[in-house]
């Protein structure tokens, strides 16, 4: 059996097991947004980091030549977005996630150097300094593809976890201006509330603790369906226990002790 074939096997029977319940979201209508002073700190931003990382640069020239469609999406432009609303943007991200439209698996590796690996979701994750990313084919997105959705930005918008992350922004390619599609990004920022976009929530207990250090990190209040999802999950010690390993694990010290204090106030309300 051809290693290609066997590995794709692996990640498909490894992402079935994946458990994913349902919540209570809020819909926010697709929008585009217009600001163009956001929209030049944004693409500055972008250049920014692609002139920083060789490899980044190249996986970005690559697709220019494909002439394939990309967004920048996640936490990156999350935080630009953020910090551009409150304060002068300072220093270049540490890392960045590309979705990109078209493209599979193979041609994103042999974009890349040998280095970079494929990760269980169907992208590639490159680590090296000084911008870690990573990048995935918009049709292996894990909701998109377990509900059996169009592969489409918009569907992208549609699976996003939280509003606080339901916004992409395309950069400029060929012809094309930036852009910003809003899906309820903007409205969570304004009123500093963490809420679910989309009903199908996988790894629970993974978003419990991104939950709990989005909270800490940008002093957001919880709407209720949200509190009520984090309180059920560390109400088991068990869960509990797991919640605080991930949070000691994948986040710095400042943001996994403000965590643990939205967590410990989630159990006090609780009582």
Not at 21 to 29: D, F, T
């Amino acid at each position: 059996m051809a290693p290609t074939f066997k590995r794709e096997q692996d990640r498909k029977r490894a992402l079935a097991d994946v458990e994913v319940i349902q919540v209570v979201a809020q819909h926010g209508s697709i929008t585009s947004i217009r600001d163009k002073g956001l929209l030049g700190r944004l693409e500055s931003r972008f250049e920014e980091s692609v002139r920083a990382s060789d490899r980044l640069s190249a996986l970005v020239d690559s697709f220019e030549t494909q002439r394939v469609r990309y967004c920048v999406f996640g936490g990156w432009v999350r935080d630009t977005i953020s910090q551009a609303k409150t304060m002068p943007v300072v220093g270049s991200p540490r890392d960045i996630d590309l979705v990109v439209q078209g493209v599979e698996i193979e041609a994103l590796l042999s974009s890349l150097p040998s280095d970079v690996r494929p990760t269980i979701f169907g992208g590639v994750q490159s680590e090296a300094a000084p911008i870690a990313f990573d990048v995935w084919p918009l049709h292996e997105t894990f909701l998109i593809d377990r509900l059996r959705l169009a592969p489409t930005f918009e569907s992208l918008l549609r699976t996003t976890d939280f509003t606080i992350n339901a916004t992409l922004f395309f950069p400029r390619q060929a012809a094309n201006d930036p852009t910003i599609l809003d899906a309820g990004m903007f409205e969570a920022l304004d009123t500093r509330t963490l809420a679910f976009n989309c009903e199908f929530l996988p790894f629970p207990v993974m978003q419990c603790a991104r939950l709990a250090a989005y909270a800490g990190k940008l002093s957001l209040n919880l709407a209720p369906a949200v509190r009520a999802f984090m309180q059920q999950i560390i109400q088991d010690p068990v869960r509990y226990e797991q919640v605080l390993f991930g949070l000691d694990k994948f986040y710095p010290a400042s943001i996994s002790s403000r965590a643990e204090g939205v967590l410990r106030r989630l159990i006090e309300d609780a009582r």
